[in-house]
């Protein structure tokens, strides 16, 4: 028998995971990467405060003091227009990857960039960011902060030789550092990268990316005020009555979510019909901002002090019923314009203005419990992230006696978006520059099935002793008069005790030809080495080296190397049908067994 093929293993050593060592090293450069990311939210957060100072009140100073504090009157409306002009000049003569708000930038990167960001993205996002925002703009700080932290991320792993995979877990470690050191929410960083940005399951990304966000919030007690950033208690569980209400108030929620994304990209279709550059676009959204600012100061900025009120029953009746309108319509429409800016923070305050509106009919809990649930609710719709917004309002509230209600509420918000809208508002930027993506997670089914679940037992061999004039008769079909396309594309070349020698294929017979091999050749001296398999093995592992050698057939032997089996293209693909098969199989009540469909 021929040497074993390189990639061919000696043997099978199956596990739950396929993460090596390699991961401690990656894990080293994420706690770099998360100490470098907290500072970078802290300058974020310090430059929006700059910004914010010298646009609205003519002073230096790093505060973040809401821009509806301001005492400019009418002039104000001119400011959201200059932020959106300087935005639209950044995006077109530095890049235009500045554009958006963030988190959709950060999936096209790991999904086509190979995990790659450049430089200037890495500048040029959180200064435009912060001029959008300190400028009026009604955005959050968290998506310019989450595709700023995963620039540096990827920019820290492109010094090093690693592979996509890996730049990937970096540059996501990087995001979720950022998140992290800005609202103290560590579970709720790693959470949004596992449902939003890795697209994967495993240790080799799970373990950095945790390291990451935690050595992140370890840093920001030094760097920005501690606790929760918005402190909130409820005094005791809901009662079962309530625990039902938030069931409604997640479907209002998740009909919200559906018509803030409409709203959004409606906008953007409106703006994609003007007939003037896009350049031009975020100083029109920017006028309309300094609209929605003189009917609503509350809407302008970040709007943390709003989220504050909401939580503690300040904002009541018309006060929030004007925020939401505004706030909706103006985030939305700028958003739409190609601004640069977040949408975790405007989503809290829309969602907790709905759940506040909502408590003025509910027998229990406060406006500023039925606030929270709303924000969470909104957050896990919109962001199809219910895991992530159940963990972030908990980390920004700390109040445990929250978590079923927003359970129960984030789970039906959840529910209408995903019933209602194809796309998220995140996804549906990435499938307009033509990439699709699936936010479903499951198990390959070929790494569940083993090789001896799909494998062809009974099969068609040739001897190895057969000479080529004897094997070109036959795979012609000259030597039994028989119709060559009944038979079989390729035949293992078996030895006498059982070994596989190689495989012989049709495609051999014509290079034999062409090659001059001599016909009293014996075929075990001509053929191929195959790829093999083994049938306690999964499947996956199997079509990976068949694809790699691109081969459609593999002889599947004993760990003494004796043939047992074969395994061709079309076991594979009918081997997935089935899986798939299962996935929308229904069965029948009382047990009966099921049909196939």
């Excluded at 620039?151 to 990087?174: P, Y």
């Excluded at 938030?246 to 409106?270: K, N, R, W």
Aim: proline share 6%.
């Amino acid at each position: 028998m021929k040497a074993r093929p390189a990639g061919t293993p000696a043997r099978v050593v199956l596990g739950d995971f396929t993460t090596d060592s390699r991961v401690l090293l990656l894990t080293a450069m994420a706690i770099v990467i998360g100490a470098i990311s907290a500072f970078v939210a802290f300058a974020l957060i310090w430059l929006i405060g700059v910004i914010t100072n010298l646009a609205f009140f003519g002073r230096l100073s790093s505060s973040l003091t809401p821009p509806s504090h301001n005492h400019l009157g009418v002039w104000a409306l001119f400011i959201p227009v200059l932020g959106g002009l300087v935005i639209g000049l950044m995006a077109r003569y530095g890049s235009e990857k500045i554009r958006g708000h963030g988190i959709p930038e950060a999936m096209e990167a790991i999904l086509i960039g190979g995990s790659q960001v450049e430089p200037k993205v890495a500048l040029l996002k959180p200064l435009s960011s912060a001029i959008s925002i300190g400028t009026g703009g009604p955005f959050g700080a968290e998506g310019p902060i989450i595709l700023t932290g995963g620039a540096f991320g990827s920019i820290f792993a492109q010094l090093f030789h690693l592979s996509a995979a890996e730049r990937k877990a970096l540059l996501v470690a990087g995001a979720a550092g950022g998140m992290s050191a800005t609202f103290g929410a560590p579970v709720a960083a790693t959470l949004l990268a596992v449902e939003l940005l890795l697209f994967e399951w495993k240790p080799r990304s799970f373990i950095p990316v945790s390291a990451s966000a935690a050595v992140a919030a370890a840093v920001r007690p030094a760097l920005f005020p501690n606790g929760p950033l918005f402190p909130f208690v409820q005094r005791s569980p809901l009662p079962w009555t309530g625990l039902v209400i938030c069931v409604v108030v997640g479907l209002i929620a998740g009909l919200g979510s559906s018509l803030l994304t409409v709203m959004v990209y409606g906008f953007e279709d409106a703006f994609r019909r003007l007939p003037i550059h896009w350049m031009w676009w975020p100083a029109i959204g920017g006028l309309f901002i300094g609209i929605g600012g003189l009917i609503e100061p509350r809407a302008l900025g970040v709007g943390y002090d709003d989220i504050r009120a909401m939580l503690g029953g300040n904002l009541l009746g018309t006060a929030l019923i004007t925020l939401l309108v505004v706030k909706a319509i103006i985030w939305s429409l700028s958003l739409g314009s190609g601004t640069s800016g977040g949408v975790l923070a405007p989503l809290l305050i829309m969602g907790g203005a709905l759940g506040a509106l909502e408590a003025h009919f509910i027998g229990v809990g406060g406006p500023g419990l039925w606030a929270l649930i709303g924000m969470g609710a909104m957050v896990g719709g919109t962001m199809r992230s219910p895991l992530t917004a159940i963990v972030f309002a908990f980390e920004l509230t700390h109040d445990v006696n929250v978590l079923l209600p927003l359970l129960i509420a984030c789970s039906a918000s959840f529910l209408v978006t995903v019933l209602v809208m194809k796309r998220s508002i995140l996804t549906e930027k990435v499938a307009r520059r033509g990439h699709h993506l699936t936010r479903e997670y499951a198990v390959d089914p070929y790494e569940v099935l083993r090789v001896s679940e799909v494998m062809t037992e009974r099969v068609d061999t040739l001897p190895a002793a057969m000479t080529v004039r004897d094997a070109i008769a036959f795979m012609t079909g000259r030597a039994a008069g028989e119709d060559p396309s009944a038979w079989h594309q390729g035949y293992p070349v078996v030895s006498a005790d059982g070994s596989v020698a190689g495989v012989l294929t049709r495609g051999d017979v014509v290079r034999w030809g062409s090659d001059g091999i001599e016909p009293g050749e014996q075929i075990a001296n001509v053929v191929v080495t195959p790829v093999v398999g083994y049938p306690q093995e999964p499947v996956g592992r199997l079509a990976d080296r068949m694809a790699a050698a691109d081969v459609g057939r593999a002889p599947i032997v004993d760990d003494e190397g004796k043939l047992v089996g074969l395994v061709s293209r079309r076991d594979l693909l009918r081997a997935r049908s089935r899986q798939m098969a299962d996935q929308v199989d229904r069965a029948r009540v009382l047990g009966v067994a099921r049909r196939p469909r």
